[in-house]
């Protein structure tokens, strides 16, 4: 894949990470003990350890499976090692080799609302629009039966019976992690209060902490439906957690390092907007069955600092052809980093420009992993990039659709390559902004309810 939507993926992990406050490694360090004594008692208390280390072992295991010789070997960085505390990121992959793939619309330029302002910048940027499916659910129903005459194939899910569950304190505040049940169906709440649920459903419960109710749906007459529970939601600082799940084939190669150096700039930003989130951040990559590695995590940090120093050390490399393994990734992200409770804003920002390999009979399925992020609470919000076909368009926006997040894409000008407001896929009454301005705007989106009011 095309690394193009990467730099504006690490301006929002940037952008975010100052949402947790200073980095740990930039706190006081304690005074020395009185000479021949030992420490004063009143000696500041060692920074606690703000987590963040790659997951599955050491730095050979992680990126020379477990041993590695000859060129293998010498392609590893002996610059960085992973330490206890997670302040050092272990070495990246070498760099290598992949390829790309595309549809049409237009844009309706122009976004209201309280984008941060972005610092000033020495060129172009990356540009991006963005929809929400299911605010405009008739038209993405129509996109999916026009779609399904193409014959291509996907790994469905039916979403043409949507139940939208939306579920509140006895002030009428949204409720985060409230989980909804209907038969075999489980879903949690996101940050306002509501969950999707699918098909011939007559009624949910509905739990959030001890309190619980139960929803008789025949009583509605629709499919809106409005639950209030006898609690009231507390105003604790709001948690975040942001996952960056990429896929780091040879093609991502020369934009990595724009990626790597956006990161500041929307990290910078998620600082000034009003809710002062609780952030971490971690990262999933992937590439493909044959590479030197199919997914390795990041595990979640509070320091922008740890991040920053294990995403440096990320390069691409590996693939060969169009489809990557998207759903060993979209497992790996789901399931194997350390995501906080239901009190916590969880965010999956997936950067890509291939679909996954559904020729892979034995290893994790898409369609059965969106659903897991759905029971869990986690969000995900596909940015694609340049080259992503038809197939890849589809599935994204099945992502997104099913766990309530946006789908959102690169915009080019007329020569398909330098930043625009056009775009190939099957989108329509979009608007454009700077990838990153884009990026922190959908993160904000996200807390805005917490605040004290939000409705």
């Given at each position: 894949m095309t690394l193009r939507a990467a730099p504006a993926l690490l301006a929002a992990a940037v952008l975010l990470t100052s949402c947790a406050g200073p980095s740990p490694s930039s706190g006081r360090t304690a005074a020395p003990p009185p000479a021949g004594g030992t420490a004063a008692s009143t000696a500041a208390p060692a920074p606690a350890d703000p987590g963040g280390r790659w997951l599955g072992g050491d730095a050979d295991h992680v990126w020379n499976g477990g041993g590695a010789t000859g060129a293998a070997a010498g392609e590893k960085s002996a610059a960085s090692t992973t330490s206890a505390g997670g302040g050092v990121a272990a070495a990246a992959p070498a760099p290598g080799v992949a390829p790309d793939v595309a549809l049409s619309r237009g844009a309706n330029p122009g976004v209201p609302g309280d984008v941060i302002a972005p610092p000033t910048r020495s060129g172009p940027g990356l540009r991006a629009g963005s929809v929400d499916d299911n605010a405009a659910f008739a038209d993405y129903l129509k996109y999916r039966d026009e779609f399904r005459r193409l014959g291509i194939t996907v790994h469905d899910v039916d979403v043409s019976v949507r139940h939208v569950v939306t579920v509140v304190d006895d002030a009428g505040k949204p409720l985060l992690g409230a989980t909804v049940t209907a038969g075999d169906q489980q879903v949690r709440t996101g940050s306002d209060g509501r969950?999707?649920?699918?098909?011939?459903?007559?009624?949910?419960?509905?739990?959030?902490?001890?309190?619980?109710?139960?929803?008789?749906?025949?009583?509605?007459?629709?499919?809106?439906?409005?639950?209030?529970?006898?609690?009231?939601?507390?105003?604790?600082?709001?948690?975040?957690?942001?996952?960056?799940?990429?896929?780091?084939?040879?093609?991502?190669?020369d934009e990595i390092g724009r990626l790597k150096d956006s990161v500041r700039s929307v990290a910078e930003r998620i600082s000034t907007l009003p809710a002062n989130a609780d952030l971490r951040l971690g990262m999933t990559l992937y590439r493909d069955r044959g590479d030197l590695f199919v997914t390795r995590t990041f595990d979640f940090t509070s320091s922008v600092d740890v991040f920053k120093t294990a995403l440096a050390e990320v390069q691409a490399a590996g693939g060969g052809d169009t489809p990557e393994d998207l759903d060993a990734g979209l497992h790996q992200a789901v399931t194997a980093p350390s995501w906080r409770g239901d009190d916590t804003v969880k965010?999956?920002?997936?950067?890509?420009?291939?679909?996954p390999h559904l020729d892979y009979q034995d290893g994790a399925d898409y369609a059965a992993d969106v659903r897991v992020a759905a029971r869990r609470g986690i969000k995900i919000m596909p940015i694609a990039s340049s080259g992503l076909d038809d197939q890849g368009e589809y599935i994204f926006r099945q992502l997104a659709q099913i766990t309530m997040g946006r789908f959102t894409f690169l915009t080019y000008g007329a020569d398909g390559v330098s930043p625009g407001d056009h775009t190939d896929h099957h989108v329509s009454d979009y608007a454009v902004l700077a990838l990153d301005d884009l990026v922190v705007r959908l993160v904000s989106d996200e807390l805005r309810p917490l605040s004290d009011g939000g409705q």
């Open positions: 969950a999707l649920l699918f098909g011939d459903v007559r009624g949910a419960s509905v739990r959030w902490g001890a309190a619980s109710a139960d929803a008789d749906f025949a009583q509605d007459g629709g499919r809106e439906h409005r639950i209030a529970l006898p609690v009231h939601r507390s105003a604790e600082r709001a948690k975040l957690d942001v996952l960056f799940l990429i896929d780091t084939t040879g093609s991502m190669g965010l999956v920002f997936l950067v890509a420009d291939a679909p």
